[in-house]
């Protein structure tokens, strides 16, 4: 197995840095109506947010993390690395397809829908049938599959519910952790070897 990179462990760290750093400082920008229980992230970077320019960034370099990550995660098969980097493109075209003051975009829909099952289903595609990486055995790239899917339906089904942002919140900071606990696991493996 090839070693991770530097340059692709800095990436996952920064992943869910700027995704969980970007929420809290665009939020914190935001009228006193804003709710981020009920409200989504996509809100903060939509036309007529304060400040909107913050959680753009912050996805937009989200994106860019997943697609650096990819890159550098040799030890995962191919195919995962390739849903990891386009759930990381699916993520810029969410932040160059802001939501409009009022209603939905189908383009934004469209970008965070690929984006979110694409971060939800890149591990079960990453598992290896004999690594030497903890989190690419086929059972764990499974279990972690079902549980990133799994919060991706709780957000599906409270899409017009009154917890909408904190279902959001916890699918996409669990899709954010899960590269840099990949990323981490298998490098200190890899060392030890």
């Known amino acids: 197995m090839n ?8 990436s996952a ?4 840095v700027l995704l969980v ?13 804003y709710n ?9 970077a939509a036309y ?17 993390c997943y697609v650096i990550t990819a890159a550098g995660l040799r030890p995962a098969r191919r ?19 802001p939501q409009p003051t009022y209603g939905n975009s189908v383009s934004h829909t469209v970008a965070a829908t690929v984006a979110f099952i694409s971060l939800g289903a890149w591990p079960m595609f990453a598992a ?24 991706v339906v709780w957000f599906a089904a409270e899409i017009h519910g009154g917890q909408r942002g904190l279902a959001e919140r916890g699918a996409a900071g669990a899709q954010a952790l899960w ?10 493996a890899l060392a030890g070897s």
């Open 13 to 16: 760290v920064a992943a869910p």
């Open 21 to 33: 750093g970007g929420w809290t400082l665009a939020q914190l920008r935001q009228p006193p109506g």
């Open 48 to 64: 007529g947010a304060k400040d909107r320019w913050v959680m753009t960034s912050a996805l937009a370099g989200l994106g860019a």
């Open 179 to 188: 590269p840099l606990a990949v990323v981490l696991t298998t490098r200190q």
């Open 79 to 97: 195919a995962g690395r390739v849903v990891l980097a386009g759930g990381g493109v699916a993520t810029l075209l969410v932040a160059a397809f």
């Open 36 to 44: 981020p229980v009920r409200d989504t992230i996509s809100a903060l």
């Open 3 to 10: 070693r991770i990179p530097r340059w692709s462990v800095a």
């Open 128 to 151: 290896r049938r004999r690594p030497r990486a903890p989190l690419l055995t086929p059972t764990a790239s499974a279990a972690a599959t079902m549980v990133l899917l799994g919060l």
